[in-house]
């Protein structure tokens, strides 16, 4: 592929700035300059701190292009575990729900895998439900604007096979220590997870026990050390956890199944 003249300024520009992966950057970022002149314009930005997604529009999720729109939740690489560890705990054409959706890159997957025979998703930032309506309108998945279960129709209630929910578990002290990507550029509603990360999670598992099927999971992600917290709030409820992790992606998901 021949080089763009200004690849090695920009690699410069960004290594400068403090991107760990600038040539690959480099190479985005002169894809995405459609014309060539905001080329600089995405480099200074992306200088200033700008999520990359943010710049392209995009983020790759599991294999595929999701498209991310400004302030909204970034896919994160590790979330690939929460969306593997909830396919393998659910049958083929189960009744499923992506909460706190984000710009909808679980359902996205999981249309995917699990070909369900229902499939929504619902969030409370009125920008990430744009997104995600946008990523999964050739699906003809709707995508319902609420507080999580509030959002989403009541005949639903009590017939879900899997409810994936990723959640905001980081501590509310520690959003301040977030990298400038997240914490200046995502929605406030998408990281902070209240004093201990849990708060939204608990609120979480306790709407699932009446949204769940009999057998069905509850399946989000949560930090290491919020693992045995959230195993109480689980088992207090009546589900049956389970934990799955995985060091290279330094990713934990939690499941609370209903039994039945």
């Known amino acids: 592929m021949k080089r763009h003249p200004d690849r090695s300024a920009v690699v410069t520009r960004l290594r400068a700035a403090g991107c760990v992966f600038a040539e690959d950057e480099a190479d985005l970022l002169i894809s995405a300059a459609d014309p060539p002149e905001r080329l600089a314009d995405l480099v200074d930005r992306r200088a200033a701190g700008q999520p990359l997604e943010h710049l392209l529009g995009w983020a790759e999720f599991c294999g595929l292009r999701v498209g991310v729109d400004p302030g909204v939740f970034v896919p994160r690489a590790r979330t690939a575990l929460l969306v593997s560890a909830a396919a393998a705990a659910t049958r083929p054409g189960a009744a499923v729900l992506d909460l706190c959706c ?113 057998g069905g999971h509850l399946a989000v992600e949560v930090s290491g050390r919020q693992v045995d917290a959230y195993r109480v709030v689980l088992t207090g409820l009546g589900l049956v956890p389970s934990v799955v992790h995985d060091e290279d992606l330094d990713a934990t998901a939690v499941l609370g199944r209903r039994p039945g």
Do not use: I, K, M
């Open 102 to 214: 984000g710009s909808g890159a679980a359902a996205l997957v999981l249309a995917g895998r699990l070909r369900p025979r229902w499939l929504a998703a619902a969030d409370l930032d009125p920008a990430a439900v744009a997104c995600a309506r946008r990523n999964l309108a050739h699906l003809g998945v709707p995508v319902y604007q609420g507080d999580l279960f509030d959002a989403v129709p009541p005949e639903r209630r009590g017939r879900l096979d899997l409810v994936v929910a990723n959640a905001p578990y980081v501590p509310t002290e520690a959003v301040p220590l977030l990298p400038p990507e997240a914490r200046l550029h995502e929605a406030p509603v998408a990281l902070d997870g209240g004093r201990d990360g849990l708060a939204v999670l608990r609120r979480v598992a306790r709407g699932a026990v009446d949204w769940l099927a009999p």
